[in-house]
Each structure stands twice: as C-alpha cells, then as structure tokens.
C-alpha cells in the first residue's frame, strides 16, 4: 500500500463565490485557519472583493486573491484569471464553495491544465432553494450546476437535506459526503460579562426574556414569520442581527440591528436563538452558534435544523405562525432552572456533534484521501 503523504507537504486552494458574512464563508474561513495554523498551506481565490474573511485570512499568512466577476470586466477574462491563479498554485486538491464558485473552478480547473494532476470537490451549502424566488442567473448556475456535477472528483453537502434537494435537482456526483458545519465551542461559549453590558446596551432588563435570530435580510429566513410572532408578545424582546434586517419596520419590542461584527458578545444577549427559515437552509451556522453560546434553541423544521437542535430545544413546521408563537411562548414561560438545564443540553450538543475539531478532521480526512489518489 502506498504511504499517505504527510499533510504538511498538502496545498489547497478554495474557490468562494465571496468572504462576506454568511454561513459558508464563516465556515471556508474557520477550516482555512484551523489548517493554516496546523502546517497546511492554504489559499484562496474569491471571485468577489471585499468582505470582512479576506484580512483575517491574510492576516495568519493564508493568500487571498480576489477577483472581480461583478466588474465590466467580461466573464471569461475572469475564468482565464483564475485558471491562471490555479495553474500557479499548482495544488493537489481545488475545493469549491457555491454554485458560483463551483462552476468557475470546474471551467478554470480544465483551462489551467491541471486537471489530472488537481482533484476538484465541490461544496453544497442549501438545501430545497424555492428558486422562483431569486434571479434567473440563480436558477441558470444551478441548472448548470447539476449538468457538470459529474465532473468533480467529490461533492460536499453540509446537511444531509441539501444533498437529498440537490440529487433531486440531477445532480449526479461521483462521491457524496456530509459533512456539518463546524462551530467554534471556544469563541462561542456563554460569558456572564457579555451578557450584563449587551442587555444593558439594548435596554432589556434582566427578568425578560429575550430571543435572538442571526439572519440576513433574504426571503429564504422569513423575517415576516418572526415578526408576526413578535408583535403577538410584547413582554418577549427579539433581537434581529443580520445585513438589511435595520431596514424592517418592527413594533417596540424588537431590535433590529443590521450587520454587526459582534455577533458572539449580542448572542449572550438572549435565552432563546431562533431559526425561522421557509426554505433553503442546510445547516443553520447561527442555530448552532446559539447553542454553543448556551441558549435554547426554536427552529423551523427546514434543512437538517432537527438534526442539530435534537432534544435540547422546540422544532415547529415551517411557515406556521401559530405553532413559532405556542414555541417561543412555552421557552418564555419555563422555570429558570429548566430553560437553563435545556442551554446546557444544547451546548452540550454542539460540543458533542458538530465542534470546528469535527468539521476540520473529517474534511483532513476527505482531502488527504482524494489527493493521495491524484497521479503523482
């Protein structure tokens, strides 16, 4: 049997479609570090700029190109950029993340000349995506998506509902794995301090119960749901974080801060994390960063989001506002003692079953074995 390689001497470029806020890019952006520090040379190429992963990522010596297929500039100059990009790096292994990026990096991959020699895994990060909802470039790369998708060496999906979506899609991969989302136990953890100076910034006393979602402004969260909740409970304080949330009208009960940086510090904030998607979401990064954070967690019935909240928290069908209202009714009025052994469960879970550690080995693992079959 040939001898693996040891993982020092392993190059990796990831391809992202941007390094804004989002569960897919928090999630490249935790996996590149974690392996950067380890000895594992890492690169990434957005096909976007800007977007707060990009310094962090720099910052610990990990490249970081960036190119710009929203400029004037034509889209096959682009791809020829980063097929150049590739060819240069010449890593053993090009891991793809978004329908975007999934597609550039299969047409790069060929025009580089690498593509014996590179092996290609692409990454799912949604699930059953209403398509009708978004653009129709949207429903194009995903239609393009399922077309090519025998064409990478490995697909990843971060729930075991996004893989189940997109097979029913056409996709007809070579090698399918999940592998979760992985959260950071030690940045997301519950810190008393935290918790005193943001609810006394938000002015919510401490006897009341508060509920936080971590959502950007996108008809897949269903925003409308929550808030139709929210003003059935005013003595209940919501707290939405998330780009385009500042701009909902919302009754006095609710904060609506927008995009914040300081998601870990707002999440101490509350007692109940909330994910109250229609659609699409595979697995919830901020459901589970809640969790980890020690709070309870409610969420609609969508992408693997059972999975994750398991017995420590409520799952309602999605859409229905009667049953989110009962739910975050129900959390509220539970005794102190009771809603907090249900944090410690949920904290206890994430630890458990879906920690950066156990994201981060079972993609080593993944890598290591795709590249190792590469021609040498």
Not at 235 to 246: D, K, N, Y
């Amino acid at each position: 049997m040939a001898q693996m390689r040891p993982h020092r001497s392993i190059e990796i470029v990831h391809v992202i479609t941007g390094l804004g806020v989002g569960g897919a890019e928090a999630m490249l952006a935790s996996l590149v570090a974690e392996k950067q520090l380890r000895g594992v040379p890492q690169h990434v190429i957005s096909l976007t700029t800007g977007g707060p992963h990009a310094a962090a990522l720099r910052a610990i010596g990990v490249t970081v190109d960036e190119l710009d297929f929203r400029s004037m500039t034509p889209p096959f100059l682009q791809i020829a950029r980063l097929a150049r990009l590739i060819a240069a790096a010449s890593p053993a292994l090009l891991q793809s993340w978004m329908y975007h990026a999934d597609i550039a990096a299969t047409v790069a991959l060929a025009l580089s000349g690498r593509r014996r020699s590179t092996r290609l895994v692409w990454g799912i990060r949604c699930s059953d995506l209403d398509l009708r909802r978004y653009s129709p470039l949207l429903r194009l790369a995903v239609r393009l998506s399922a077309r090519l998708s025998p064409l990478a060496d490995a697909i990843v999906a971060n729930s075991r509902a996004g893989l189940a979506a997109h097979l029913d899609l056409g996709y007809r991969p070579r090698r399918a794995h999940v592998i979760h989302n992985g959260i950071d136990v030690d940045r997301f953890r519950p810190d008393a301090s935290a918790r005193a100076a943001m609810r006394a910034e938000l002015a919510i006393a401490e006897g009341r119960c508060a509920a936080i979602c971590v959502a950007r402004l996108d008809p897949m969260k269903d925003h409308g749901l929550l808030l139709a909740a929210a003003t059935r409970l005013p003595g209940i304080t919501f707290i939405l974080v998330g780009a385009g949330t500042e701009t909902l009208p919302v009754p006095p009960n609710v904060r609506a801060l927008g995009r914040r940086l300081d998601v870990p510090s707002l999440l101490q904030a509350a007692d109940v994390v909330v994910s109250t998607s229609a659609f699409g979401e595979g697995f919830s990064n901020a459901l589970a960063e809640g969790m980890a954070s020690g709070l309870v967690p409610l969420a609609t019935d969508v992408g693997d989001s059972a999975a994750i909240v398991g017995p420590a928290g409520r799952i309602v069908p999605a859409r229905d506002r009667e049953a989110l209202t009962a739910a975050i009714t129900a959390l509220a009025d539970e005794p102190p003692d009771a809603r907090a052994a249900r944090a410690a469960a949920a904290r206890s879970r994430i630890v458990e079953h879906f920690s950066l550690a156990r994201a981060v080995e079972a993609f080593d693992r993944l890598h290591a074995e795709l590249i190792e079959q590469a021609p040498r």
